[in-house]
């Protein structure tokens, strides 16, 4: 089902949650709703879902006008962070639920429900576990059977509201991948929200980045990372340096191969893996663009390296740099060591 949100806006009070919201969701697919705390991501959420109402705009749903409807008709599968289980139900009841509480005229008979919830069970990995209740399960498992549950009445759009943001890290990651997995199955349109910029990276087809209640830029992962719309998404999109210009050493922003970039704005924002680094006491002060290595972190394959500035500090802040772990070892660095510094793309903003 594919949904249009146009001209949408919610406000509390003096305070504007939404501001002329205009996005159109294609059919199947998986979108992230992206940034931080505050900025709208489940306020419109639930406006698409019919439990919270706008000020003005329109909810459509395959081109049909939604709006006014009632959340119970609109066809929409709801998760939220905590699970909303049921207690005093076992698993299986949990997610046959749904079913059972049906108008008569359109409820299945028991044997179908009984198919139905042991088929679910399967796909979420866990019908071994339909006689427990919800207090025996982990956190994992408890988000995969509201996932479930939320499924059981065939929803045409799945929406998840930080689905898991009450689990530890590893639990988190795992259930990234299965989810990403399990929509590739579906093909259900689905929207999730998060504040987790790796989340949202991972598991979308589709970034809607929001800030105080606006749409910042909306596209593929790679195409948000990669082209940032502005600043704001810029910092807030993986991890990035920034250098004002109007303080840097001009020497330094010549030799390390800013100037050679600069297009329009004052503020170079430079990815980690776009500055290069070689070893060289010689070089380095040769060009004039060197640095100090101060810190390095193990990131798995990658190696972040912090540098400080050299002694006529064209920087006032660290600034990181990645490669890979195995170029990091053949250059040998070590803490205190003077590299020369080569950028090879920023982006320019005001």
Known sequence: MSILLSDISKNFGAFAALDHINLEIPEGELVALLGPSGCGKTTLLRIIAGLEKSDSGRVLLNGEDKTHEHASHRGIGFVFQHYALFRHMTVFENVAFGLRVKNKKIRPNEAAIQKKVHTLLELVQLDWLHDRHPDQLSGGQRQRIALARALAVEPSVLLLDEPFGALDASVRKDLRLWLRNLHHDLNVTSIFVTHDQEEAMEVASQVVVLNHGRIEQQGAPSDIYDNPSNAFVSRFIGQTN??????????????????LAKTQGQFAHVRPHDIELVKSADLAAEMGAYAILKDWQHLGSLIRIELAGKGAQPFNQPIYAEMPNERFKQLQLNRGDKVAVKIRNARWFH
């Not at 920034?242 to 800013?258: C, N, P, R, V």
Request: aromatic fraction near 12%.
């Open 242 to 259: 920034i250098f004002d210009t109007a303080e840097i050493d001009q020497d330094w922003l010549k030799t390390s191969g800013l100037t």
